[in-house]
């Protein structure tokens, strides 16, 4: 793939991105989406250069500020929006809401509300890979936050003992929910502590998706070559709110000021920018936004009218189904 459509298709999933959540932002207030949102407005760099640099072939695991990954991994926004309204033609039938997407035929095999979660589960992918002699890379995406948790630091060491064909994604907003890093961590450098494991280690402060696509690349071909997991650290900035599509600067933790320093660096734009350096043409540019303006909004309104799903619905394809 040349340059120029690793550009476009960069700039393609991060402007998906952007413009699914700032629709969900415009509708949001009128409750008809009956679901938390979690949005990813600043992190789409993350997103589009990391999956792009997967392809296909891939397993994914998320958290669940998950809109990004799934947009990115799937593209689609038909199934999307049904489960942001809770509708029967969402990705689970209007069960999952924002917090609980996946897509297993595009590889994205499980997002969860629970800190931390998918990270255990990520390792026992990438174990089941190695003993079934699959040659696929599982990545699981997890924030800051849950690097604060035991089971991050059980799951790494396994991976690491294991040669887990495991990429690590750690999303660093600088926050867990509140709280920053100062008043959480008796460390100043994560990179550091994981470069004492048999794990390869990349990191970047950058907002770039082309650099962060690079980065992965570098990541992915550790995995190949050297048979033991990668740990990619990337740092971004949440734009709104830890819930909700709203600001909250008033709320006291962070600054304006500290948003809009990194706004400068704005992932969309920077894409956008880069667009015209591969010499895409202003009309090609306007034609791609105007495409997927139009997919998102019809998208909106097929969910809108879509039905809710059948009270029998209620246990279907559940733990409790299964067991009961």
Not at 6 to 19: D, V, W
Not at 154 to 182: M, Q, R, W
Not at 259 to 284: G, H
Request: glycine share 6%; hydrophobic share 35%.
């Amino acid at each position: 793939m040349n340059r120029k459509k690793i550009i476009l298709n960069l700039f393609k999933k991060a402007y998906l991105i952007r413009t699914t959540e700032e629709l969900i932002i415009k509708h949001y207030d009128n409750n008809e989406m009956k679901t938390p949102m979690h949005m990813s407005m600043g992190e789409e760099a993350i997103m589009a250069g990391v999956c792009t640099a997967l392809g296909k072939n891939s397993q994914t695991f998320g958290t669940y500020r998950s809109h990004g990954l799934y947009l990115a991994v799937t593209e689609e926004t038909d199934k999307f929006f049904a489960e942001m309204y809770g509708k029967v033609t969402g990705v689970l039938k209007g069960k999952s809401g924002s917090m609980h997407l996946l897509s297993p035929s595009d590889g994205l095999l499980g997002i969860s509300a629970v800190v931390g979660s998918t990270i255990p589960l990520a390792v026992g992918a990438a174990f089941a890979n190695i003993y079934l002699k699959k040659k696929q890379i599982t990545t699981v995406f997890f924030g800051d936050g849950a690097v604060d948790e035991g089971v991050f630091w059980e799951s790494l060491n396994i991976a690491c003992s294991k040669g887990l064909p495991v990429l690590f994604v750690c999303e660093d907003n600088g926050y867990a929910v509140h709280t920053p890093l100062s008043a959480r961590r008796g460390y100043k450098s994560l990179t550091n502590i994981v470069k004492q494991y048999s794990c390869s280690v990349f990191e970047t402060d950058s907002t770039d998706a082309e650099q962060i696509y690079k980065l992965s690349l570098e990541a992915i071909n550790s995995i190949q070559k050297k048979h033991r997991p990668a740990f990619l650290h990337l740092k971004y900035y949440r734009y709104l709110e830890h819930v909700g599509v709203h600001e909250d600067f008033h709320a006291g933790y962070r600054t304006k000021l500290e948003f809009m320093e990194w706004q400068k660096k704005d992932p969309v734009k920077l894409l956008r920018n880069k667009l015209k350096d591969v010499k895409v043409k202003d009309m090609d540019i306007i034609e791609l936004e105007e495409r997927i303006n139009k997919q998102v909004e019809e998208s909106l309104q097929k969910a809108k009218k879509a039905p809710f799903p059948d009270p029998s619905e209620l246990l279907k394809n559940t733990f409790y189904e299964q067991t009961a």
